[in-house]
């Protein structure tokens, strides 16, 4: 092989291995942009996901600070709404009043079957009469009475629990304890047909409690209607803590309301259901925070404004619903109210007396 032969051959294999070279050169570019957009695309995806992960957390933590702010809203709104209702503050001065103790409750068990004078020196024997649409815990409440006032171990279901309904006639269900007596009314305020006057002539103690009467209180027969009075010394309104006093309703309350006036008869008020009020009282050990509960407040606040019964008159009570044995604070609680109501009742007593002395305040008086 010439000289020239041989050169030509050397750059010819030069030529291709500069070739491969720069094949192997391209090859390797383009696989490192391969790599370099991969990793753009991955770089992107990340960010992409970055910013999903701190939009999801500014979303949780916006709704976090939300969630914060109406529940400090809440608490600030409960306790504005709390201390309003704890200004009208029904009960006791002094919250802590009463032990709610087995002593309290045989002192004031004790205090009712104590004989009762009048400034005169006769016994007080007082009739109490209650009054209530038909389920508002009327019978409930005369059976926890009962409960109280026997210190049965078990709630009692002397009174039963019912209303005139559809039947013809019903009767007063009554019973005397010590000097007085408890008379549960039939169920009441539940028509228009019921007449001022029959209203009237039940509460202020002309229709004999042994007597008939009918749907729409009317006696039976004629000798249930007394010519001379037999004195109710208080009516007791029994009524469901959330009830809406309709028009009806509040005309036949304030039926009662004016006898009260005229000093025919003294009344008070009774709400039951305290534990569908404030449900901590569905367990009798809490009853000690009867009048530290803002729901009870409320209760009482608006019962006094639909009936236009003062506070001061307004008791409140557990009724015995699903409990097959008593307790003592739940008999405690009927004990308190009853105390209550006797103290009305002995004033009626008095007003009585005090009127017919008034009657004849000038009758010895030297002329003048």
């Given at each position: 092989m010439s000289w020239f032969s041989l050169v030509t051959k050397g750059k010819l294999e030069g030529a291709e291995e500069e070739a491969r070279a720069e094949s192997r050169r391209a090859n390797q570019e383009r696989k490192a942009a391969v790599e370099a957009?991969?990793?753009?695309?991955?770089?992107?995806?990340?960010?992409?996901?970055?910013?999903?992960?701190?939009?999801?957390?500014?979303?949780?933590?916006?709704?976090?600070?939300?969630?914060?702010?109406?529940?400090?809203?809440?608490?600030?709104?409960?306790?504005?709404?709390?201390?309003?209702?704890?200004?009208?503050?029904?009960?006791?001065?002094?919250?802590?009043?009463?032990?709610?103790?087995?002593?309290?409750?045989?002192?004031?068990?004790?205090?009712?079957?104590?004989?009762?004078?009048?400034?005169?020196?006769?016994?007080?024997?007082?009739?109490?009469?209650?009054?209530?649409?038909?389920?508002?815990?009327?019978?409930?409440?005369?059976?926890?009475?009962?409960?109280?006032?026997?210190?049965?171990?078990?709630?009692?279901?002397?009174?039963?629990?019912?209303?005139?309904?559809?039947?013809?006639?019903?009767?007063?269900?009554?019973?005397?304890?010590?000097?007085?007596?408890?008379?549960?009314?039939?169920?009441?305020?539940?028509?228009?047909?019921?007449?001022?006057?029959?209203?009237?002539?039940?509460?202020?103690?002309?229709?004999?409690?042994?007597?008939?009467?009918?749907?729409?209180?009317?006696?039976?027969?004629?000798?249930?209607?007394?010519?001379?009075?037999?004195?109710?010394?208080?009516v007791v309104l029994v009524l469901h803590h959330n009830i809406d006093l309709g028009e009806e309703l509040k005309r036949q309350l304030n039926v009662i309301i004016q006898l009260g006036g005229k000093g025919v008869l003294s009344y008070y008020l009774v709400l039951t259901h305290l534990d569908e009020c404030d449900p901590q009282f569905k367990d009798p050990d809490n009853l000690p925070n009867l009048y530290s509960s803002p729901l009870v407040q409320e209760a009482v606040e608006n019962m006094a404004d639909q009936t236009g019964i003062p506070a001061y008159a307004i008791s409140y009570v557990k009724n015995y619903v699903t409990e097959t044995e008593t307790d003592t604070k739940t008999k405690l609680l009927h004990l308190k109210a009853l105390d209550r109501i006797l103290n009305y009742a002995a004033d009626q007593v008095e007003k009585i007396i005090d009127s017919k002395l008034q009657s004849s305040m000038y009758d010895d008086a030297p002329d003048a």
């Amino acid at each position: 092989m010439s000289w020239f032969s041989l050169v030509t051959k050397g750059k010819l294999e030069g030529a291709e291995e500069e070739a491969r070279a720069e094949s192997r050169r391209a090859n390797q570019e383009r696989k490192a942009a391969v790599e370099a957009r991969e990793e753009a695309e991955r770089e992107t995806v990340r960010k992409l996901e970055a910013l999903k992960i701190a939009e999801k957390q500014r979303e949780r933590a916006e709704t976090a600070e939300q969630e914060r702010q109406l529940l400090q809203s809440e608490k600030d709104e409960k306790k504005r709404r709390d201390e309003n209702l704890m200004q009208f503050s029904w009960g006791p001065k002094n919250k802590a009043a009463g032990q709610w103790t087995t002593q309290e409750f045989e002192q004031l068990q004790k205090k009712f079957f104590k004989h009762l004078k009048d400034p005169g020196g006769n016994l007080i024997r007082a009739k109490i009469l209650i009054f209530g649409p038909t389920g508002a815990g009327k019978s409930s409440f005369c059976n926890g009475l009962r409960s109280a006032l026997k210190d049965t171990d078990t709630p009692s279901n002397y009174y039963a629990v019912g209303n005139i309904g559809t039947t013809l006639t019903s009767r007063f269900q009554s019973a005397r304890y010590g000097d007085h007596w408890i008379i549960d009314m039939p169920g009441i305020f539940e028509s228009s047909d019921f007449k001022t006057e029959n209203i009237e002539a039940i509460a202020s103690g002309k229709v004999r409690f042994d007597a008939l009467i009918t749907k729409t209180l009317e006696v039976e027969d004629g000798q249930s209607q007394q010519k001379a009075r037999r004195d109710v010394s208080c009516v007791v309104l029994v009524l469901h803590h959330n009830i809406d006093l309709g028009e009806e309703l509040k005309r036949q309350l304030n039926v009662i309301i004016q006898l009260g006036g005229k000093g025919v008869l003294s009344y008070y008020l009774v709400l039951t259901h305290l534990d569908e009020c404030d449900p901590q009282f569905k367990d009798p050990d809490n009853l000690p925070n009867l009048y530290s509960s803002p729901l009870v407040q409320e209760a009482v606040e608006n019962m006094a404004d639909q009936t236009g019964i003062p506070a001061y008159a307004i008791s409140y009570v557990k009724n015995y619903v699903t409990e097959t044995e008593t307790d003592t604070k739940t008999k405690l609680l009927h004990l308190k109210a009853l105390d209550r109501i006797l103290n009305y009742a002995a004033d009626q007593v008095e007003k009585i007396i005090d009127s017919k002395l008034q009657s004849s305040m000038y009758d010895d008086a030297p002329d003048a």
